[in-house]
């Protein structure tokens, strides 16, 4: 288990911690709930200010120690800037980077008075969401931990937040809770080691979610075989860990109301197959189901805040190994859908699995409809790097409702093209289609107009997650690589647009 901070709503009242946490204003203003909170000298703060220079910029602290006799023995202020205009987001980075300097100084307990104009509710759930999230470190595997190792230190934050809306806030906070505990979810899969985590353990994860209501079905390898999903079997048949095929259902909504639904990759680890990976920067290849770790940690955080929708989740669990009865290059496969597939790269995996698990979605639950997410091409992390995915879709609103949620949660998406020039390129002699786009060129696209393929004309849309869900850069809420890309995302889609209360 990672160590996460532990955030507490409360009313205003006396400090009983030694440490007050305030905000400033640009030029060093101060509310009067600021001031009143360090027992009332402002001054002795702004003398501080001047003489480090501190003005009150957005995401700058300052850190003061007061006088003896003080309500409070020091204070961190967090600059806000122009308080007005911070968004959503903002306060989610702020409370990110608060969290952050807390760690720095190595402070365990602080109390902060959460005042500032136009902040709300809304906005003091998203600094707390941004601040537990930023705390998150993975050191589930750490048996000492040295102080110069900044990730794993052994720090354990108690913040308390203050506010005079302390109802309001407990409410929203509650829900922002809930949605980052599924975050955190997804990013403790990707970080877990491919030794422990195969697909019958991910399965299990999935199972774990009926303690908040889920109801969970488990496809073992017979199963699957029965409904025809060769594609996605031909993928697991070089390792000794079994396939399955794990599939959640929320039903938050009316009775009858037609699902969401949401397919995630779930390669627990890609080593290529037959056509073996170069071995450096392999290990990364655990990060591989990033797809069906944000898909399971939106189902956490849908069940968890009891999201008044109905959501279906279903991941396709594979480990690609190279083995005596791996798959071939050259193999031709069919999967549930009827249609043929020639293998031609057995590293092109991904599109194999989501096949099956994308036609048996539609078959199955007629969705409104459904948003995969993989990690499925370098080409799409060569064309964004890792700072948004890669976003395909049939459905102009809901790409362009996609898009908007990325903008305000900062997990952020492009749309790519997809086109009947890009189709052809992965048809083939032998086969219904090939696997790979016969080239490097337009490799995300090729790979997503595989995926439409198994669709059946379902609005759709494909995320490509390889740069961002896994071998993410560090920021002001993550500590990098496993960032839990996608459950935010999605989670603010839900919220906006399809919920029936
Ligand atoms: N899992 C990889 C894609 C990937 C690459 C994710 C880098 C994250 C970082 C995927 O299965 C893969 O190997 N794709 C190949 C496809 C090619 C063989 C057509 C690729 O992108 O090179
Ligand atoms: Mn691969
Ligand atoms: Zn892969």
Redesign the pocket.
């Known amino acids: 288990m990672a160590q996460l901070p532990s955030i507490r709503i409360s009313g205003l009242g006396k400090p009983s911690e030694t440490v007050a946490v305030i905000f400033a204003e640009k030029d060093v203003k101060l509310s009067d709930q600021a001031v009143d909170l360090i027992g009332g000298d402002a001054g002795f703060i702004q003398r501080a200010a001047k003489l480090s220079e501190f003005e009150g910029k957005k995401s700058t602290f300052l850190d003061v120690v007061m006088p003896e006799g003080t309500a409070v023995d020091r204070v961190i202020v967090a600059g806000l800037g122009e308080a007005e205009e911070l968004e959503d987001k903002d306060w989610l980075n702020l409370g990110g980077e608060l969290v952050g300097k807390l760690k720095a100084l190595k402070i365990e307990k602080a109390e902060l008075r959460f005042d500032a104009p136009k902040a709300g509710a809304a906005q003091l759930a998203a600094f707390a969401q941004g601040g537990f999230l930023r705390g998150y470190v993975f050191d589930a595997y750490k048996t000492t931990k040295k102080d110069e190792d900044e990730a794993a230190q052994d720090w354990a934050l108690n913040l308390t937040i203050q506010c005079g809306f302390e109802k309001e806030a407990a409410e929203a906070w509650k829900e922002a809770e809930a949605v980052a505990g599924g975050v955190v979810l997804a990013r403790e899969l990707v970080d877990t080691p491919p030794n422990v985590l195969g697909p019958v353990e991910f399965a299990q994860k999935a199972a774990d979610l009926g303690a908040l209501g889920v109801e969970t079905e488990i496809l073992d390898e017979e199963q699957m075989e029965k409904l025809g999903m060769r594609a996605l079997l031909g993928v697991g048949q070089g390792s000794r860990r079994p396939s399955r095929l794990a599939i959640m259902k929320w039903n938050g909504g009316k009775e009858g109301d037609t699902p969401l639904s949401f397919v995630g990759k779930g ?1 627990v680890f ?1 080593s ?1 197959g037959i ?1 073996l ?1 170069p071995g450096p920067g392999m290990d ?2 655990k990060g ?1 189901m990033g797809g069906a770790a944000a898909v399971i940690g939106l189902m956490h955080a849908l069940a968890a805040r009891k999201a008044p929708v109905n959501a279906i989740g279903v991941l396709g669990l594979v480990e690609n190994m190279p083995d005596g009865n791996a798959q071939r290059p050259g193999d031709i496969v069919t999967s549930m859908s009827g249609q043929t597939i020639e293998i031609l ?1 057995t ?4 599109r194999l699995v989501l096949a099956d698990a994308i036609w048996y979605t539609q078959d199955r639950f007629k969705p409104r409809f459904i948003i995969d997410l993989a ?5 799409c ?1 060569v064309a964004l790097g890792n700072h948004r995915a890669g976003l395909f879709s049939n459905d102009d609103e809901l790409a362009e409702r996609l898009f908007k949620a990325g903008e305000e949660t900062e997990e952020k998406v492009w749309r790519m093209p997809l086109g009947k020039e890009y189709d052809k390129m992965i048809d083939t002699p032998n086969a219904d289609m090939r696997n ?2 016969g080239s490097r060129f337009a ?1 995300a696209t090729t ?1 997503a107009q595989f995926l439409k393929r198994f669709t059946n004309d379902t609005p759709w849309v494909h995320l490509d997650v ?2 961002t869900a ?2 993410s850069t560090k920021n002001a809420i993550s500590q990098g690589w496993a960032s839990g890309f996608g459950v935010r995302l999605l989670d603010k889609l839900v919220k906006d647009h399809y919920e029936t209360r």
């Open positions: 390669v890609d290529g056509s990976k990364e290849m591989d790269n590293d092109a995996e991904g990690t499925l091409t370098g080409a992390l790979t786009g490799g790979a390889a740069g896994m071998s």
